[in-house]
């Protein structure tokens, strides 16, 4: 058996060590050499101080109750862990990047910095925390019992209320210590987080021995401790499927909600990679810790008497069978997990009550006090206060319930009641459109419902509710019931709760969000949270303002500490160029200052006070508007250049082109030039010649006479090239008389075939013609259509090298307009010169034969574009084919 | 404001791998929420269970999960640390 006093002593080293341990690592961290501490396994640990005596002592007799039920409670945190690429890794982003100091500081940031809401979550935090401490006080107490009467001697200290309330003044001792040491703008407290990790090691040490004990030593090894767990009255137990879901998801929203492992989650990071091995090392240590939860119940019911605690067979089991070494270790094992959760819980209360009540109060008691007053020494004796409040409700609740078996339900009534920030909490972080009055109606609804049908309900009937309004409902309306809300009575009390308060809560939010509009600190935080990971810290807040500096490095003095705030001013100085230690307040420098101070005061305050100095609120609507509508601006400014630089491409293009055809045409009309002249000369040359022959006096008559008709041919070939042309330069001005009239196309070709009669004398031609079909009339200029057709017709005449010519005229109609097909069986125009024919001068055999100038072709294309028509090769007809086509009524040129 | 930014419509191997693993790490909580509520299904809601039976399901079920998010977290950590994919951070949405 241990001596009462041996086990206070051992209590009292321990605590020694810690402190020990906690103000090393504090001059350690001081002097910057703090690697090894900040690892991710000390993260890891320190978050088991979601595993309190509650969890320690009390899982052992919630499996004795219910079977595997307990482990729910560690199953929400395992799936929110497993799943922190979801929600857990958004929160330390935002946490860090916007300096957090509490859940309550998380929503009034979210929700434009509301000081309200942060009043709203602290109240919540503290109704549900402050049972919740008291409980730790319990189960330390009960275990200082046990060993007390365990002991032979009676203990002069044997008082319960004396027990928890020296308990109650040495936790308050070590975390007014540690945690208000300085205002850390982080508000990180290393040595308390060392103290933790290390208090995390010794519970779950302690249960993995006594769970070894039990399963190794008593029970015989794991096989038969399995037939133990079979054979035992716990063996067959039944489970609520509702329970067991609710109590999971339950559990989840705890871990992210409570405000202390939002405390060592998200404000104690250092470091966002050490979430990547808390996902698994975290799940792993709860694991660890119900491991061996079922064996000690099992064995604590085989072995100890009827009627024992089943919460406290991890102590009394190990005492009973004499391992009084291990009792020791047990107990200081539920000591470890009691005081660290405390510790946690009150530094993470006392901050958000500081931040959020008492320095609004005195900020708006003294609003001067803000620029003069000592800011520092304020917040720290409020933090002080907070947690000496806090440890004081606690202790107050511990004697009001008078240590009853009501508080074991506790913990679980504290999950429903911070699992009510939840909605706000993800919505906040998940949904732009999530406004204040959302936040505000849900966590108003949620509370109230948890208050109404499970605290109060809670203490037991005939306490607050009375017995008749259990059973018949308020003014005997019996869908107000606490326990059966809207005549909902098939669920369990608990999870009744829940899904009441929840479901009521994300409605009210949901709708007070889509109802309302926000202002513009909110839109501009709401972008900020839920935008997070797309880097920038959001919109800037503050105009260049008309702060003085001077002023903003006192108040930053007051709070940060001289050298910090110093050093942070000589910083942003250097940073803009400045020498010296006043930065000029511009935009950036006091975004920057604010979530510094906000991680001492929380944002609420450090924007009341910035906004006292920087003489002006925040931004305005329009400022909002003015920094969206410039960077449209600059997004239209940029689509614009763009289409520009497209429209420049497009004319470099057809700039290009036009200068390729430019060209072209030079090369074509110098082509053109030395044609002219070519054709020009060959007549002129003979003329020349045989009229110097002639000036020659002795000529004989009749050489005189052929000479003098060689020069006149010539000179007749000269002019029809001259008239060829002038007709071409005419019609390419489109300069050109037309004579427009009504004209069959029988006619036309009438009169085309007879003016070649003379060309087809010689030579036995077959026309074929379709009289039906050229019963046509048109309107246009008959003479020049015959010009093309005789063209035409005499080409086909002159270049057909078929033995029996063929030369078919087809005429259609389609639609507007008249085609004319002309065709013989001739060889046709190879493909490749099919391109050249209509330029000018071309001849595809040499001229000799051809007789003509080589204009026939261009000058029928230009009639037929003057009379609003076309002509065209038609390949593949057995021969060479022209196409004429014009429409119907020819239109006036415009 | 949307920043409409242009995104590469396919992406190098390594990048494709390291997407596919925060999807892995993603998936993670519905696979522990399916395996937590599947002995539900072992015996009709009311009647007695195999307590012993439960429990080593449960916590097998329980090891592979840890054992699995380890895994995920360890490579997350391996391939986020030297080629920090640029879509890394949108894609959280």
């Not at chain 1, 920087?614 to 909002?624: H, K, N, P, W």
């Not at chain 1, 239209?636 to 497009?650: N, V």
């Given at each position: 058996m241990i001596p009462f006093s041996l086990l206070v002593l051992a209590c009292l080293a321990y605590v020694l060590f810690l402190f020990l341990v906690a103000f090393w690592v504090e001059r350690r961290n001081a002097n910057r050499t703090a690697g090894w501490l900040r690892s991710p396994w000390v993260y890891t640990l320190s978050l088991s101080i979601y595993c309190t005596a509650w969890t320690f002592f009390g899982a052992v007799g919630y499996a004795a109750r219910s079977g595997l039920e307990f482990a729910t409670i560690y199953m929400g945190p395992t799936l929110v862990f497993i799943g922190w690429w979801?929600?857990?890794?958004?929160?330390?982003?935002?946490?860090?990047?916007?300096?957090?100091?509490?859940?309550?500081?998380?929503?009034?940031?979210?929700?434009?910095?509301?000081?309200?809401?942060?009043?709203?979550?602290?109240?919540?935090?503290?109704?549900?925390?402050?049972?919740?401490?008291?409980?730790?006080?319990?189960?330390?107490?009960?275990?200082?019992?046990?060993?007390?009467?365990?002991?032979?001697?009676?203990?002069?200290?044997?008082?319960?209320?004396?027990?928890?309330?020296?308990?109650?003044v040495g936790l308050a001792v070590f975390t007014i210590l540690f945690g208000t040491r300085n205002l850390d703008s982080r508000e990180q407290h290393t040595g308390i987080v060392i103290a933790i990790a290390i208090e995390a090691v010794v519970k779950l040490v302690a249960l993995l021995a006594v769970g070894m004990f039990v399963v190794f030593t008593l029970g015989g090894g794991i096989g038969p401790m399995l037939d133990r767990i079979a054979a035992s009255p716990m063996a067959g137990w039944e489970v609520d499927p509702a329970r067991w879901i609710g109590l999971t998801g339950l559990s989840a929203a705890a871990v992210l909600c409570l405000p202390r492992m939002f405390h060592v989650t998200v404000v104690e990071n250092t470091d966002e990679n050490h979430l990547a091995t808390a996902s698994w090392a975290f799940p792993l240590y709860l694991m660890a810790m119900s491991l061996f939860v079922i064996p000690i119940a099992v064995m604590g019911m085989e072995l100890m008497p009827r009627g024992s605690n089943p919460d406290l067979f991890v102590l009394t089991l190990p005492l009973s069978e004499g391992r009084g070494g291990l009792a020791m270790l047990a107990f200081l094992g539920g000591f470890s997990s009691a005081t660290s959760m405390v510790i946690v819980a009150t530094i993470a209360l006392a901050t958000m009550v500081s931040n959020h009540i008492v320095m609004p109060i005195w900020l708006r008691l003294g609003p001067r006090a803000a620029v003069t007053g000592d800011v520092r020494g304020v917040v720290l004796m409020s933090r002080r206060m907070s947690i000496g409040g806090v440890l004081g409700l606690g202790y107050a609740y511990f004697l009001l319930s008078g240590g009853s078996s009501a508080l074991a339900a506790i913990g679980l009534i504290a999950f429903v009641g911070v699992a009510q920030i939840l909605p706000a909490l993800l919505g906040g972080i998940y949904w732009r459109g999530a406004t204040r009055m959302g936040a505000a109606l849900g966590l108003g609804v949620g509370s109230a419902l948890w208050v109404?049908?499970?605290?109060?309900?809670?203490?037991?009937?005939?306490?607050?509710?009375?017995?008749?309004?259990?059973?018949?409902?308020?003014?005997?309306?019996?869908?107000?019931?606490?326990?059966?809300?809207?005549?909902?009575?098939?669920?369990?009390?608990?999870?009744?709760?829940?899904?009441?308060?929840?479901?009521?809560?994300?409605?009210?939010?949901?709708?007070?969000?889509?109802?309302?509009?926000?202002?513009?600190v909110e839109r501009a935080q709401a972008v900020a949270f839920v935008n997070v990971f797309d880097g920038g810290a959001g919109l800037q807040g503050w105009s260049k303002g008309t702060a003085d500096p001077e002023a903003l490095l006192i108040t930053a003095q007051r709070i940060l500490g001289d050298e910090a705030a110093l050093g942070y001013f000589q910083e942003q100085a250097k940073a803009q160029g400045k020498g010296g230690y006043l930065p000029d307040p511009a935009p950036e420098f006091l975004d920057g200052l604010e979530m510094r101070l906000?991680?001492?005061?929380?944002?609420?305050?450090?924007?009341?006070?910035?906004?006292?100095?920087?003489?002006?609120?925040?931004?305005?609507?329009?400022?909002?508007?003015?920094?969206?509508?410039?960077?449209?601006?600059?997004?239209?400014?940029?689509?614009?250049?763009?289409?520009?630089?497209?429209?420049?491409?497009?004319?470099?293009?057809?700039?290009?082109?036009?200068?390729?055809?430019?060209?072209?045409?030079?090369?074509?009309?110098?082509?053109?030039?030395?044609?002219?002249?070519?054709?020009?000369?060959?007549?002129?040359?003979?003329?020349?010649?045989?009229?110097?022959?002639?000036?020659?006096?002795?000529?004989?008559?009749?050489?005189?006479?052929?000479?003098?008709?060689?020069?006149?041919t010539e000179a007749i070939r000269l002019t029809r090239l001259l008239d060829a042309l002038l007709d071409l330069s005419v019609l390419e001005a489109g300069a050109v008389q037309l004579n427009v009239g009504l004209v069959s196309v029988q006619t036309i070709l009438d009169r085309a075939l007879a003016a070649t009669e003379a060309g087809r004398a010689g030579r036995q031609v077959v026309v074929t013609r379709d009289a039906e079909a050229e019963q046509i009339f048109l309107r246009t200029d008959a003479d020049r259509l015959v010009q093309v057709v005789i063209n035409l017709v005499s080409n086909a005449l002159k270049y057909c090298d078929?033995?029996?010519?063929?030369?078919?005229?087809?005429?259609?109609?389609?639609?507007?307009?008249?085609?004319?097909?002309?065709?013989?069986?001739?060889?046709?125009i190879p493909k490749e010169k099919q391109a050249l024919i209509f330029e000018k001068f071309a001849r595809l055999t040499d001229q000799t034969r051809a007789g003509g100038a080589g204009l026939g072709l261009a000058i029928c294309r230009e009639i037929m574009e003057n009379l609003g028509g076309s002509i065209a090769y038609l390949p593949g007809q057995g021969g060479a084919a022209f196409r004429v086509t014009l429409p119907l009524r020819m239109k006036k040129p415009a | 404001m949307?920043?409409?930014?242009?995104?590469?419509?396919?992406?190098?191997?390594?990048?494709?791998?390291?997407?596919?693993?925060?999807?892995?790490?993603?998936?993670?909580?519905?696979?522990?929420?399916?395996?937590?509520?599947?002995?539900?299904?072992?015996?009709?809601?009311?009647?007695?269970?195999?307590?012993?039976?439960?429990?080593?399901?449960?916590?097998?079920?329980?090891?592979?999960?840890?054992?699995?998010?380890?895994?995920?977290?360890a490579r997350l950590r391996a391939a986020g640390n030297d080629a920090d994919d640029p879509a890394s951070a949108e894609d959280a949405e």
């Open positions: 979801w929600v857990l890794r958004k929160l330390v982003r935002i946490g860090r990047q916007q300096h957090i100091t509490s859940i309550a500081d998380m929503v009034s940031s979210r929700y434009g910095k509301s000081p309200f809401l942060g009043v709203v979550v602290t109240l919540i935090c503290v109704a549900s925390a402050t049972p919740y401490i008291s409980l730790q006080l319990q189960s330390v107490t009960l275990s200082f019992q046990v060993f007390a009467s365990a002991s032979a001697v009676a203990s002069p200290v044997n008082d319960p209320a004396v027990i928890s309330l020296w308990v109650a109404y049908c499970l605290l109060l309900p809670s203490f037991g009937p005939g306490a607050v509710l009375s017995a008749s309004v259990m059973a018949e409902g308020p003014f005997g309306i019996g869908w107000l019931r606490p326990y059966a809300l809207f005549g909902v009575i098939g669920l369990d009390p608990l999870i009744h709760a829940v899904f009441w308060s929840l479901t009521l809560n994300i409605i009210a939010f949901c709708l007070g969000s889509v109802l309302t509009f926000p202002g513009p906000a991680g001492s005061v929380g944002a609420a305050t450090a924007h009341a006070m910035l906004s006292q100095l920087a003489g002006r609120a925040a931004v305005s609507v329009e400022d909002l508007i003015a920094v969206a509508s410039e960077s449209a601006q600059m997004m239209e400014h940029s689509a614009q250049l763009e289409s520009q630089q497209a429209e420049l491409t497009r004319t470099a293009r057809a700039l290009r082109e036009a200068n390729e055809k430019l060209t072209q045409l030079s090369v074509q009309k110098d082509g053109f030039l030395s044609q002219i002249s070519h054709e020009l000369r060959t007549p002129m040359t003979s003329i020349r010649a045989f009229s110097e022959m002639l000036m020659e006096q002795d000529l004989p008559p009749d050489q005189a006479a052929r000479f003098s008709e060689i020069i006149h078929a033995l029996l010519p063929e030369l078919r005229l087809v005429v259609r109609q389609k639609g507007g307009h008249v085609t004319l097909d002309v065709v013989d069986n001739g060889s046709g | 949307a920043t409409r930014r242009l995104r590469p419509m396919f992406v190098a191997k390594r990048s494709y791998r390291l997407r596919r693993l925060r999807d892995g790490a993603r998936m993670l909580p519905f696979l522990g929420a399916f395996l937590y509520v599947l002995p539900l299904l072992w015996v009709p809601t009311g009647q007695t269970r195999d307590l012993a039976r439960d429990a080593v399901y449960l916590f097998l079920a329980w090891g592979v999960l840890i054992g699995l998010t380890a895994l995920i977290a």
